[in-house]
């Protein structure tokens, strides 16, 4: 079954940093982009930021300027350094794999995984 388990949340001053990473276990032949959403208390779910195996980038008008997304494919990681932090940042974030193909139980698989989400809380 694949995994992926982030870390790296936990509460932060506003204006500060720091870095999410999202590791990728099982028997995984392959990952067309993986990613990063969030989930603020009391609103749906939101993409952050995405990334492809060949290494292209996409983000969210919000955090553009703040945030890298980043991925090992050899270690099958995807990072996301995350600058400037304000209070909108607050949420829980929640590394995704698009189109990931798996043996998983048994039989070859393509779907999307997701993390357990890791808190990223931004005090003042």
């Known amino acids: 079954q694949v995994q992926l388990v982030e870390s790296g949340g936990g509460l932060v001053q506003a204006g500060g940093s720091t870095r999410l990473s999202c590791v990728a276990s099982g028997s995984i032949v392959s990952i067309n982009a993986m990613g990063w959403y969030r989930q603020a208390p009391g609103k749906e779910r939101e993409l952050v930021a995405t990334i492809s195996s060949g290494g292209s980038t996409t983000y969210s008008i919000s955090v553009k300027d703040r945030f890298t997304i980043s991925r090992d494919n050899a270690k099958i990681t995807v990072y996301l350094q995350m600058n400037s932090l304000n209070a909108e940042d607050t949420a829980v974030y929640y590394c995704?794999?698009?189109?990931?193909?798996?043996?998983?139980?048994?039989?070859?698989?393509?779907?999307?995984?997701w993390g357990q989400g890791t808190q990223v809380t931004v005090s003042s």
């Open positions: 995704n794999a698009d189109d990931a193909l798996a043996y998983d139980n048994g039989r070859y698989m393509m779907r999307d995984y």
